[in-house]
C-alpha cells in the first residue's frame, strides 16, 4: 500500500511539509497526525497554524479513515489560522481551500479558542515563541475532552540540537505544571506529544 492510498490523497509536495520530516513517500511526523487521531477516533481536530495544510490534512484522512470502518459518522478538522507571515500563503494567495472538509477560522488562535470546545486532538504550530505556545497550550487545555491528545510543532533546533527552543521550553514547562506526559520526537522540527499521565 503506497502513502497516497493509505492518506486517501497525496500530501507529496504540500508547502513545509519537510519541516514535518516528510522526504518523498516517506511521511515523517504525519504517522503521528494521523496515528494520533485514528487511534482515539478523534471526533474534534484542531490545527492551530497551517504549514499550508499538512497537518490538517493527516487529521482529516483519519477521520475519512475512521468513518469508512463505521466508527465515525462525520468529519470535524478546524484550522485555525490568521493569515500571519508566510506560511500559509501558499494556500491563502491561491484562494484555494486546503480541503472543503477542513473548516477554516481566520482569526488568532487566542481569540478563536472561544469559539470552540470538545477538542479531541489539538495541534500547536502558530505562534512559535515560548510566551505564544504557552499561552495557547493554556487557552485549549480546558477544551480537550474524552481520550485526547495534544502534539506541538517545531520543538527541536535542526542547526543546533543542543540549543533549547521556545516551543519546546514552553511544552516542558506546561506539562510539569499540570503533571502530564511528554515525549519530543526528533523528526524534521520536531514534534511533542502531550498526553495525560495515565494514557487516557
Known sequence: MNHQSWLGFNVEGVKWSESHGVQGSHQGAGVLYFGLP???KAKRCVCLGSGA???PLMMLSAQKRLITEGLLDNTDVV???ADIGIWGRPVYQSGDDIDSNVRLVKKLTSEASGELSNINYLHVDADHSYEGVLEDLENYYPLMTGDWAIT?????NIENPHLPIGS???AQEFT???NLSLSNYRVGCGTAV???KDGG
Open 53 to 55: 495544510g499538512f497537518v
Open 79 to 81: 484550522l485555525v489560522d
Open 168 to 170: 519546546w521550553k514552553a
Open 176 to 178: 510539569d505544571c499540570h
Open 194 to 196: 502531550i498526553r495525560r
Open 152 to 156: 506541538v510543532h517545531d520543538t527541536h
Open 38 to 40: 485514528y487511534m482515539l
